[in-house]
């Protein structure tokens, strides 16, 4: 069943508003392809509807009942059945668009924002579909060269904004397994391995960056802006580092190399708390800003902790080890994961 125009505005507000963690929807442009669906039915893409299933989904399930009554929007069970039907909708429009067999940048985006739904859901305890759904697609994002940072491939040009949605499309597939892996006990994520990819981090430059057409807008200014997708870069850039330490601690590293490791994460640490920790008791903490932070917070935690369980660290002292351990499970605990003993 398709959403009215009502439940659909509805929806992809409260996904921008409290669900868009890795900023993969370019939303001026979004917004333009809805109000054109809407008042003719053309879409440009045959998994554009996908993303807009997709997003619809994830909003709604974001709105709790407060926010569900003030909009006129169901609450409850039936906000969850609603919004599951879109999702399984979404599902669908990839499926009916063979989207395995002819693969695009817009239905990888499909499945990272159906993939925070899966990884989230239930308290985490799908994060093993997420895992399989997004193996499903990664041979398909190898194929339109996904893996291959844009300015490097000569025979397909690409405005500014067509290689950064590019960019986070691809890491915010990577960053998802890897996460997904992770809080699941795995320390290995073949995608972040040095051989797999040559695709640069996204910028930090946020949407109003760029012109509907693509191109830089050349009277945005900097220090008006968001700084949301450098907060989406710290999130991708932990997430390799974490796994540079995941293998580390199983070679009988140096203490040298542990030092290293260990340095980079504590000026990741003060960085973050200096300019992106949210104030506590406001109307931030249930925003993807706040969401981000959290994550931030929870791999910080992580790959303290795993780089201090090597036998060979010399960079702790046991009662700091002992709060990093506390503060991992505290953050994860955040999430509901169910971190194994290996962590």
């Given at each position: 069943?398709?959403?009215?125009?009502?439940?659909?505005?509805?929806?992809?507000?409260?996904?921008?508003?409290?669900?868009?963690?890795?900023?993969?929807?370019?939303?001026?442009?979004?917004?333009?392809?809805c109000?054109?669906?809407w008042?003719?039915?053309?879409?440009?893409?045959?998994?554009?509807?996908?993303?807009?299933?997709?997003?619809?989904g994830?909003?709604?399930?974001?709105?709790?009942?407060?926010?569900?009554?003030?909009?006129?929007?169901?609450?409850g069970d039936?906000?969850?059945?609603?919004?599951?039907?879109w999702?399984?909708?979404?599902?669908?429009?990839?499926?009916?668009?063979?989207?395995l067999?002819?693969?695009?940048?817009?239905?990888?985006?499909?499945?990272?924002?159906?993939?925070?739904?899966?990884?989230?859901?239930?308290?985490?305890?799908?994060?093993?579909?997420?895992?399989?759904?997004?193996?499903?697609?990664?041979?398909?994002?190898?194929?339109?060269?996904?893996?291959?940072?844009?300015?490097?491939?000569?025979?397909?040009?690409?405005?500014?904004?067509?290689?950064?949605?590019?960019?986070?499309?691809?890491?915010?597939?990577?960053t998802?397994?890897?996460?997904?892996r992770?809080?699941?006990?795995?320390?290995?994520?073949?995608?972040?391995?040095?051989?797999?990819?040559?695709?640069?981090?996204?910028?930090?430059?946020?949407?109003?960056?760029?012109?509907?057409?693509?191109?830089?807008?050349?009277?945005?200014?900097?220090?008006?802006?968001?700084?949301?997708?450098?907060?989406?870069?710290?999130?991708?850039?932990?997430?390799?580092?974490?796994?540079?330490?995941?293998?580390?601690?199983?070679?009988?590293?140096?203490?040298?190399?542990?030092?290293?490791?260990?340095?980079?994460?504590?000026?990741?640490?003060?960085?973050?708390?200096?300019?992106?920790?949210?104030?506590?008791?406001?109307?931030?903490?249930?925003?993807?800003?706040?969401?981000?932070?959290?994550?931030?917070?929870?791999?910080?935690?992580?790959?303290?902790?795993?780089?201090?369980?090597?036998?060979?660290?010399?960079?702790?002292?046991?009662?700091?080890?002992?709060?990093?351990?506390a503060?991992?499970?505290?953050?994860?605990?955040?999430?509901n994961?169910?971190?194994?003993?290996?962590?």
């Open positions: 069943m398709m959403p009215t125009q009502h439940q659909a505005a509805t929806s992809i507000a409260s996904f921008f508003e409290r669900s868009d963690i890795f900023h993969v929807v370019f939303r001026p442009r979004f917004d333009a392809q109000l054109e669906f008042e003719t039915g053309a879409y440009p893409d045959p998994h554009w509807l996908a993303t807009y299933l997709a997003v619809m994830v909003g709604l399930l974001a709105m709790d009942d407060e926010a569900s009554t003030s909009c006129l929007m169901p609450t039936g906000r969850d059945l609603l919004a599951r039907s999702l399984e909708n979404s599902l669908q429009a990839l499926t009916l668009g063979d989207f067999k002819h693969p695009s940048v817009e239905s990888v985006r499909a499945v990272v924002i159906l993939n925070q739904f899966w990884a989230t859901w239930e308290a985490g305890h799908h994060l093993q579909s997420a895992i399989s759904f997004n193996t499903s697609v990664i041979a398909a994002a190898y194929d339109i060269q996904l893996h291959l940072d844009p300015d490097g491939l000569s025979s397909q040009p690409f405005t500014p904004l067509g290689a950064e949605e590019r960019r986070r499309v691809w890491w915010a597939m990577v998802v397994d890897s996460l997904a992770t809080f699941l006990g795995k320390t290995y994520s073949p995608l972040l391995e040095p051989c797999a990819t040559s695709t640069r981090l996204p910028s930090h430059l946020p949407d109003e960056a760029f012109t509907s057409s693509g191109d830089f807008d050349f009277s945005f200014n900097p220090s008006s802006g968001s700084r949301s997708m450098a907060l989406v870069n710290t999130i991708h850039s932990l997430t390799l580092l974490h796994h540079k330490i995941s293998h580390l601690v199983l070679s009988s590293p140096s203490s040298d190399q542990i030092m290293r490791h260990h340095e980079e994460l504590q000026v990741i640490d003060v960085e973050h708390h200096s300019s992106y920790l949210p104030e506590k008791n406001t109307s931030e903490d249930f925003s993807p800003r706040s969401t981000m932070s959290s994550i931030v917070r929870a791999l910080l935690s992580l790959a303290f902790v795993r780089l201090h369980r090597s036998p060979t660290s010399q960079t702790t002292s046991t009662s700091d080890l002992a709060w990093h351990r503060l991992c499970r505290q953050h994860c605990g955040d999430f994961f169910r971190l194994s003993d290996s962590t």
